[in-house]
């Protein structure tokens, strides 16, 4: 049986979340006078929007089921946090999520937060995400703005371990930018360098992308937020194929050649042959 979500949208999230001071307060979000801190609007929307998405996912899953979540560069994890909030106290149900970062002071904030929630179905670990090993199988990878190759991390180690979704909003995207000044189809359009920035974003989200797709994954490019809140609002939603065992890299390979790029994803696979039709060992 599945589970009927009760808050379904971004709205709904951001209400409940205004309206529910155990949450916001511990995570930092208000002044000691109630009001909620300027500079934490533009997070707690982006979170709401990217919470809307992972419900959708959630609903998709049998409600007795403890589905697991790994969050990469989770940072001071006010997603998980905020996820586990929801999950547990509106529709009954107790996930599980695994947090991962660089950042040791950041890990400890991260303990120090879930003991007051008194949450015990979290864990957090120091390191990379890349490095983490997980004790239990991981359902739904998450990273919101995880910064630069982080982002990437976060996909190969979702693809290396099977999860059925890989949810991830990317951060900047440094990568490529030096890379596209030249020897492409489109260097009339580069040559400036405020849209050789903007196309260096689409490019690098397209070679994710299709590199998600050549893994057997389903991907689908969502809005969290209005752009006018912040250009980084791009989700990069994946979803295993069930029977889907065999990586075909080719549309990923083709568009890196065609911008004549060095893209670093396919650097977490090395120990596989680049054929792009052996059987994925997820």
């Known amino acids: 049986m599945v589970e009927v979500m009760k808050i379904t949208n971004k709205t709904e999230i951001l209400n409940l979340l205004e309206q529910e ?31 809307e998405q992972i419900l959708k996912v959630v609903r998709k899953f049998d409600k007795d089921k403890e589905i697991v979540f790994l969050e990469c560069s989770c940072g001071k994890s006010y997603l998980s946090f905020v996820l586990s909030y929801i999950l547990e106290r509106e529709f009954n149900t107790t996930p599980f999520f695994f947090g991962v970062d660089t950042n040791k002071e950041l890990i400890e904030r991260c303990e120090e937060i879930r ?3 008194g949450y015990k179905n979290m864990t957090f ?9 997980p004790d239990k199988k991981v359902d739904v990878v998450i990273a919101l703005h995880a910064c630069n190759t982080a982002t990437d991390e976060a996909i190969a180690k979702g693809i290396k371990i099977g999860a059925k979704y890989i949810m991830i909003v990317p951060c900047c995207h440094g990568q490529l ?7 492409h189809p489109l260097t009339n359009v580069t040559q400036f360098g405020l849209l050789r920035y903007k196309f260096a ?8 992308s299709q590199f998600l797709l050549g893994n057997g994954y389903y991907v689908e490019l969502l809005e969290i937020v209005s ?12 979803r295993k194929i069930k029977g889907r065992n065999k990586r075909n890299l080719e ?3 083709e568009l890196g050649s065609m911008f004549n790029t060095n893209f670093g994803l396919q650097e977490f696979f090395q120990e596989r042959s680049s054929n792009d039709t052996l059987v994925c060992t997820c």
């Open 227 to 238: 752009p006018k809140l912040t250009p980084k609002n791009i989700l990069i939603s994946a």
């Open 177 to 183: 930018r030096s890379q596209i000044k030249s020897h």
């Open 251 to 253: 549309g990923y390979y």
């Open 125 to 133: 670990k120091h390191g990379r995400t890349i490095d983490f090993t």
């Open 21 to 51: 001071d155990d949450i916001i307060n511990p995570l930092g979000f208000k002044h000691n006078n109630g009001l909620l801190k300027k500079d934490m609007n533009k997070k707690i929307n982006e979170i709401a929007g990217f919470c």
């Open 115 to 117: 003991s007051v929630l």
């Open 201 to 208: 974003d689409i490019l690098t989200d397209a070679l994710r």
